[in-house]
């Protein structure tokens, strides 16, 4: 069973950062893209970034390229999402989601298999 929990959301001031982290469990974590979505109040849930299954090919959203960095670690079965210079327009719910396809890039929920609880992060202006 896949099991995919985050971490590190929380309250930040404008121009501030923050790391989140998403641990997956229950299948080989490698083998797998990963994404980050997010979801504001009263939206669509949105595409962030996404990160190849070796980690070679990152792909961002146009509202985070050159703040938002993905990651990921094979060896600790994680994948992170820095986010440097936030805006309060950042305030959301984020989800971190793994993917069975193997095309590139991975843009669109329909696209993503199993989901995270998602953790909240909130700007400050």
């Known amino acids: 069973q896949v099991q995919l929990v985050e971490s590190g959301g929380g309250l930040v001031q404008a121009g501030g950062s923050l790391r989140l982290s998403c641990a997956a469990s229950?299948?080989?974590?490698?083998?797998?893209?990963m994404g980050w979505f997010r979801q504001a109040p009263g939206k669509e849930r949105e595409f962030v970034a996404a990160?190849?299954?070796?980690?070679?090919?990152?792909y961002g959203a146009d509202s985070v390229k050159g703040r938002f960095t993905i990651s990921r670690d094979n060896a600790k079965n994680t994948v992170y999402l820095q986010m440097n210079s936030l805006k309060p327009e950042d305030t959301a719910v984020y989800y971190c989601?793994?993917?069975?396809?193997?095309?590139?890039?991975?843009?669109?929920?329909?696209?993503?298999?199993?989901w995270g609880q998602g953790t909240q992060v909130t700007v400050s202006s």
């Open positions: 989601a793994q993917s069975n396809g193997s095309s590139w890039p991975r843009m669109t929920r329909n696209e993503y298999n199993y």
């Open positions: 229950g299948r080989t974590f490698s083998s797998y893209t």
């Open positions: 990160i190849s299954r070796n980690g070679f090919r990152t």
